[in-house]
């Protein structure tokens, strides 16, 4: 069965700080990996994917995130965080399998509160 | 630009009813899902829909639970006779290829009473 881990229930920075968000994942063959966001009362928002090539993959609003295979991690990134970039973000893995059965299996998300 | 839609926002039920939650998908997207998070917990899969079949489910998903797509564009979700546990936040979602990111919705709050 796959998993994703996100070992920190809060991360705290400073505006214009760079941020780390972290994520490890569990699943048997080749990952397709995936980070959402949520502002409170809204649904999950799309900020990028990794599914195959460069294991530095750019998203949306500035954010990117790196795949490592050997740690089997992919760590959120931002070089400078920004207020608004305050909300749940949430790291998502799905198997290898094809035609429709790829259901996401979702970390229990980590808050992310930038200060000013 | 297109987004997923769903209604009601907010259902209040009591409890052995049936509710049926309805998701409006983008409108070329090929493959559906449902997906719940009881409040403080994560996000779960309950189940993907394409080609006009489930394709998976998980152990969630029971015989209380059904989807169907109607028509052309609406995918519902059913709870035959709801628990007191079934109370969550439900967010439908779709995507358009295989490869493709899945959508979501802004969820439908469901309180069973």
């Known amino acids: 069965a796959q998993s994703v881990a996100q070992p920190e229930d809060q991360v705290n920075v400073a505006e214009g700080n760079p941020l780390t968000v972290k994520c490890t994942y569990s699943v048997s063959g080749n990952p397709y990996l995936f980070w959402y966001v949520q502002y409170p009362n809204r649904g999950l928002q799309f900020l990028l994917k990794y599914i195959t090539g460069d294991n530095l993959v750019k998203g949306s609003y500035g954010f990117e995130a790196e795949f490592n295979k050997s740690q089997t991690s992919f760590h959120l990134k931002k070089p400078s965080a920004l207020v608004s970039d305050s909300a749940l973000y949430f790291c998502?893995?799905?198997?290898?399998?094809?035609?429709?059965?790829?259901?996401?299996?979702f970390g229990k998300g980590t808050h992310l509160i930038i200060q000013p | 630009e297109p987004e997923v839609t769903q209604t009601p926002s907010h259902q209040v039920t009591q409890m052995g009813q049936e509710v049926i939650l309805r998701c409006v998908p983008i409108s070329n997207h090929l493959y559906f899902y449902w997906y719940r998070q009881i409040l403080g917990q994560k996000v779960e899969f309950l189940v993907s829909?394409?080609?006009?079949?489930?394709?998976?489910k998980s152990e969630i998903f029971d015989d209380q639970f059904s989807v169907e797509r109607p028509d052309g564009s609406n995918f519902t979700l059913k709870i035959r006779s709801t628990k007191l546990e079934d109370s969550a936040m439900y967010f439908c979602a779709s995507k358009q290829r295989e490869y493709n990111e899945q959508f979501f919705g802004p969820g439908t709050r469901l309180t069973v009473l």
């Open positions: 829909f394409y080609n006009n079949e489930i394709s998976e």
């Open positions: 998502a893995v799905r198997g290898p399998s094809g035609g429709g059965a790829d259901g996401l299996t």
